[in-house]
């Protein structure tokens, strides 16, 4: 039996085992959100599957040799642009069906035109990623893909005015060193054309940095007027067409 005693109360020795004892009864008290677990972990599949997915069918498309036609004589795909224009074709109607099922309307806190830059810099990125592979290897492609974190810090400072320690800078010289550092020894040991590896890398850079002026002009428009992702997606894609 607990002691009551005058003096307990006075030093505070019972009120404290009695926070004590109401800390290990109380239902609210922290625990792990298995909801939460569960969601990130659904994303986290769902991001996976998603984007390997489409790298692989992207692949296929771009470098697959089909059987010769008169506006393809080479059998290869001709059109990265109508690759885009699928691509956004499905994913207006798709942010449309969300918005309204999420949100009840399609109609957003921010205006039209601030969604042009990176509706622009979104389509720019995409047909320049389909067209890249043309002229570079899909596993060349995705290694180049490191190199966005310099180009997603410029674009941070100037768009923003972000700042970034040294450890970072250092971080992401690392990083893109190492894939410059592959892809020169790559293109050694194979005989590819100059022009050729030059276009393809050109193709590359313009992709890395139109998706990084994408991102951060997404993180300010979520910045300036709340808006949220479905609503997000849906203009830009509206806007690409």
């Known amino acids: 039996m607990r002691n009551h ?7 505070g020795e019972y009120n404290s085992d009695k926070k004590n004892t109401d800390r290990d009864d109380d239902p609210t008290a922290k625990k792990t959100d298995w909801g939460v677990v569960y969601k990130g972990l659904y994303c986290f599949l769902g991001l996976q599957i998603s984007y390997l997915t489409w790298g692989m069918m992207q692949e296929l498309i771009m470098t697959t040799k089909f059987e010769p036609t008169p506006g393809a004589p080479d059998g290869m795909f001709p059109s990265p642009s109508f690759c885009v224009f699928s691509n956004r074709f499905l994913a207006i109607i798709i942010a449309y069906l969300v ?4 949100h009840g309307t399609v109609q957003c806190s921010a205006p039209a035109w601030a969604f042009l830059p990176c509706a622009i810099s979104n389509t720019t990125s995409s047909w320049s990623q389909y067209s890249s592979l043309q002229y570079v290897s899909f596993p ?8 966005k974190v310099i180009p997603v810090m410029l674009m941070g400072m100037l768009l923003k005015g972000a700042t970034y320690s040294l450890v970072e800078y250092m971080e992401a010289g690392s990083i893109t060193s190492g894939v410059l550092v ?4 790559k293109n050694a040991s194979h005989n590819h054309a100059n022009e050729t590896s030059t276009i393809g890398v050109l193709l590359l850079i313009c992709y890395v940095c139109a998706d990084s002026f994408t991102s951060q002009w997404q993180s300010r428009i979520y910045r300036d007027y709340g808006t949220s992702v479905k609503h997000l997606i849906r203009m830009m894609m509206t806007d690409d067409d």
Do not use: D, G, Y
């Not at 005693?5 to 030093?11: D, F, G, M, R």
């Not at 918005?99 to 999420?102: A, E, F, G, S």
């Open 5 to 11: 005693n005058p003096h307990a109360l006075e030093t």
């Open 182 to 185: 592959f892809s020169m020894a």
């Open 99 to 102: 918005c309204l099922r999420v």
């Open 140 to 147: 060349m492609q995705n290694i180049f893909k490191s190199t």
